[in-house]
């Protein structure tokens, strides 16, 4: 059982960092969820591993003029399960919340699945239908809207301050 206040910590963690994904190849899904950080905080990265007891991690070539970072990614299906276990008890914040929501009923299909390589190297006997709507409606919820900002005391845009 996870340590209360780790799971509380991980949950703002992710809320901040992380990120849940459903990808496809040609033949099939699969869901996906991590957090990228520096190098530097790699043990952040090596915490959440070790008290979760889930995903790997990968150190990743700097882009551009970005710094060196690693990634701690799970991929497999009773990892993820794991992740929706934590956070249905740790509960998500703000849009990753609406994000994992999607994610977790993706995994939850997921995980009923059982393809099987077909001669030609393909996964078949599964309908991916389900997955891919899920997909899409996670995509669609990620792009921006504009807030409604009468519910702020002053919802005019706030001047920029100007330094001497």
Wanted: net charge positive; proline share 7%; hydrophobic share 35%.
């Amino acid at each position: 059982m996870m340590d209360d206040v780790f799971g509380h910590w991980f949950a703002g963690f992710f809320t901040g960092e992380g990120h849940v994904r459903i990808t496809s190849s040609q033949t099939f899904y699969t869901c996906a969820a991590g957090i990228t950080a520096r190098l530097d905080d790699l043990p952040l990265l090596i915490e959440v591993q070790r008290e979760t007891l889930t995903g790997r991690i990968y150190q990743r070539r700097p882009v551009g003029r970005s710094h060196p970072c690693a990634e701690w990614i799970v991929t497999r299906k009773e990892e993820a399960q794991t992740l929706v276990d934590i956070f249905n008890r740790y509960p998500l914040r703000g849009r990753k919340l609406a994000d994992f929501l999607i994610w977790r009923e993706a995994v939850q299909i997921w995980q009923s699945m059982h393809p099987v390589r077909q001669p030609n190297g393909r996964f078949g006997g599964c309908d991916w239908t389900p997955i891919a709507v899920l997909k899409t409606t996670l995509l669609e919820g990620r792009q921006y809207r504009t807030p409604d900002l009468s519910q702020l005391d002053h919802p005019q845009t706030a001047p920029t301050p100007v330094r001497a």
